[in-house]
T-cell receptor, first 113, second 112 residues
Framework: GQQLNQSPQSMFIQEGEDVSMNCTSS?????WLWYKQDPGEGPVLLIA?????ELTSNGRLTAQFGITRKDSFLNISASIPSDVGIYFC?????????????FGKGTKLSVKP | IAGITQAPTSQILAAGRRMTLRCTQD?????MYWYRQDLGLGLRLIHY???????GKGEVPDGYSVSRANTDDFPLTLASAVPSQTSVYFC???????????FGSGTRLTVV
């Protein structure tokens, strides 16, 4: 089946540093999403991308929908302790062969104050 | 507060027992989903429903069944639980048309 390869698996960074994570696939998607999951909670939508090449920001977060439609990245600038959590990329082809959301395996972010 | 309510929050279940995980949303979303989350495997789709009265199988449907009698409720049933069904289960909903999913807080199920 279709898979999303998310990297890195985990990151340990110092507060104030920038973070970058990405997600790739061998398949084309028309929708890419990024979620964050805090411990004991469900994933929460951070950014949704619907157009190849689209670059969207949400506060200190910036995500891009790759031109090839096979990848996406998420950047977090000036990290703070509350950025700790697991970040998931997700993708789907609304109206196409993969109409339901599939998820990457997540990037676990740890921030040292 | 609008959203998704899952119950129970956690459960320890003896193998072979039947269990229904409840999920209710108040956003009038057409589509609903059940995922399981396991360490190192991310979130995997079990079953989904694009609208009331219809259901479909996801990536890992075996051992689970669902029903969608109305828009708001989407229960997940384990007919005869096995230890490999130990997981955290998340219900989600979407208004469809490519919109992102809203997730509940999860049910942590341990089958012993």
């Amino acid at each position: 089946g279709q898979q999303l390869n998310q990297s890195p698996q985990s990151m340990f960074i110092q507060e104030g540093e920038d973070v970058s994570m990405n997600c790739t696939s061998s398949s084309i998607f028309n929708t890419w999403l990024w979620y964050k999951q805090d411990p004991g909670e469900g994933p929460v939508l951070l950014i949704a991308l619907y157009k190849a090449g689209e670059l969207t920001s949400n506060g200190r977060l910036t995500a891009q929908f790759g031109i090839t439609r096979k990848d996406s990245f998420l950047n977090i600038s000036a990290s703070i302790p509350s950025d700790v959590g697991i970040y998931f990329c997700a993708a789907m082809n609304y109206g196409g062969s993969q109409g339901n959301l599939i998820f990457g395996k997540g990037t676990k972010l740890s921030v040292k104050p | 507060i609008a959203g998704i309510t899952q119950a129970p929050t956690s459960q320890i279940l003896a193998a072979g027992r039947r269990m229904t995980l409840r999920c209710t949303q108040d956003m009038r979303h057409n589509a609903m989903y059940w995922y399981r989350q396991d360490l190192g495997l991310g979130l995997r789709l079990i079953h989904y429903s694009n609208t009331a009265g219809t259901t479909g199988k996801g990536e890992v449907p075996d051992g689970y069944s669902v029903s969608r009698a109305n828009t708001d409720d989407f229960p997940l049933t384990l007919a005869s639980a096995v230890p490999s069904q130990t997981s955290v289960y998340f219900c989600a909903s979407s208004e469809g048309r490519g919109a992102g999913y809203t997730f509940g807080s999860g049910t942590r199920l341990t089958v012993v």
